[in-house]
């Protein structure tokens, strides 16, 4: 149990932007407990606005595409040996902020249709913060500013969502 606890302290800690990814362990093992996390996290998350094959391509694509992305630019720069590291924190933080950000999801799903600012606002806070952790996270992995790091975010999550709307009328 002590485990769990100093991994969700970890990945809490990525997210106020207290913990770099370098802090994780290298570990396929903790990658691949995340994944299955990330995706029972993802569907209940997603459940509320989408059917369950819409919700089973999202996630697949979604995970696919932040994996290929994530990885071709460490890949690009020299840093494979931070591929694991980089996933894994990406993947950590992602669960956390799903898990914050669901009863939010909840409230504007069920809010009145003139009642639904306030949780907007806070789903936008919620993608802000996203973009920054990502930042925070790819600017320790590649060694470079938060500014680069922040524009690769934008540029990976405008990608994944570009595809997903694809695929998927979102």
Known sequence: MRTLYILWKSFYDICRLRSTPQNLPISNVLLMLLIPIYIIIGVIHLQLYFTIKQIIILIVLDLSLLIMLVSSLLYFVGYTQRIKQTLT??????????????????????????????????????????????????????????????????????????????????
Do not use: M
Request: charged share 5%; net charge neutral.
């Open 89 to 170: 924190a990406i993947i950590g933080a992602n669960c956390i902020l799903d898990i914050l950000s669901y009863p939010v999801a909840t409230w504007l799903k069920f809010a009145q249709s003139g009642d639904n600012n306030l949780p907007s606002l806070l789903l936008i806070s919620f993608i802000v913060w996203k973009l920054i952790i990502y930042a925070h996270i790819l600017r320790h992995s590649i060694e470079s500013s938060f500014f680069i790091g922040f524009i690769l975010s934008i540029i990976i999550y405008i990608l994944i969502l570009s595809v997903l709307q694809q695929v998927v009328t979102i």
